[in-house]
Structure formats: C-alpha cells, structure tokens
C-alpha cells in the first residue's frame, strides 16, 4: 500500500483536470496491474472511497517507451515518451497533453543520469523541480527547485 502527501500543488502549466485533486494527505492504493490484457500499467485508488482514481497504461507493444495517464473514465490526460540515445548515460521521458500521435512540443521534460537516484524535471512555464527515490527506504519526494526549498509532493510505500 502506498500513501501520498501533498504538501503544495506544484505549478505545471497545464490546465487539464485531474479526475480528483488533494490538498491534504491521502492514502492511495497503487495496483501494479493493467485493466488492459496484457498491459504493464498502474491502477490507483483512493482508499477512503474506493474510487479510481487514475490509471496509467500503454497501447504499444512496448510499455517502455509510451505510457498514458488516464483519468477515472479512461480518457487521456497525457501521454508519457521515453527516449534514451544508445551508448548515453542519460534517460529523458516527455510529456504530452492528451493521446499524441505526432510529437509536438512537451510541456514537462525529465532527465535522468544512469545509477542516480533523482531526476530533474522542468516545465513549459519554466518551474524547474528534482525528483528523488529511495527503493531501499521506499520513498519518493519531488522538490521544487532550487533543492530543499520546497517539498511539494511525497509518497512513502507501507510494506
């Protein structure tokens, strides 16, 4: 089980809902399972309610390179690219607003060096936040930039 606090919404420059939006710590229940037949996506849950809340899943034969986030009725919100250059040390993902077909300009990108646990991640709009993990302690904190100025979004796995 998987729980989430929200300290401060980030500013993305997006304006596409989210199906349900938390200002307060929430428990969600992430389901490593596709509703897709043989998918590899995520279902998530909100615990109080049993409500689904999003899903990310893939249509292509390769679940590495393509996923979407989709909303409670299975509309899609965004879609996520990976791209990694052979022999390069470094991982990039964009994101899409909605089900792209033709690569336009993304309106988040993230870049990540190999064996590093953080990321960073920038917007359109210019906000600029790092990402950090730790699979041993099971946590994940996402700080806007420059680091330790905020924390604006946390999620701690319960095993």
Avoid at 42 to 65: C, M, P, Q
Wanted: hydrophobic share 40%; with cysteine.
């Amino acid at each position: 089980m998987r729980r989430t606090r929200v300290h401060e919404e980030p500013k993305l420059a997006s304006d596409v809902p989210i199906s349900k939006g938390f200002s307060t710590a929430n428990k969600l229940t992430i389901w490593q399972k596709s509703l897709l037949f043989n998918g590899r996506g995520y279902t998530v849950y909100d615990n109080s309610t049993g409500e689904l809340i999003f899903r990310v899943d893939n249509y292509a034969s390769d679940w590495r390179v393509e996923m979407f986030l989709m909303d409670s009725t299975g509309n899609v919100l965004f879609t996520i690219k990976r791209s990694r250059k052979k022999l390069s040390f470094l991982e990039r993902w964009e994101v899409f607003r909605g089900e792209v077909k033709d690569q336009g300009k993304p309106f988040i990108k993230a870049t990540k060096a190999f064996g590093v646990a953080s990321c960073k991640v920038s917007s359109a709009a210019g906000d600029e936040y790092e990402m950090r993990w730790s699979a041993q302690e099971g946590w994940s904190r996402i700080y806007q930039m420059p680091v330790g100025t905020l924390l604006v979004a946390e999620v701690i796995i319960n095993l």
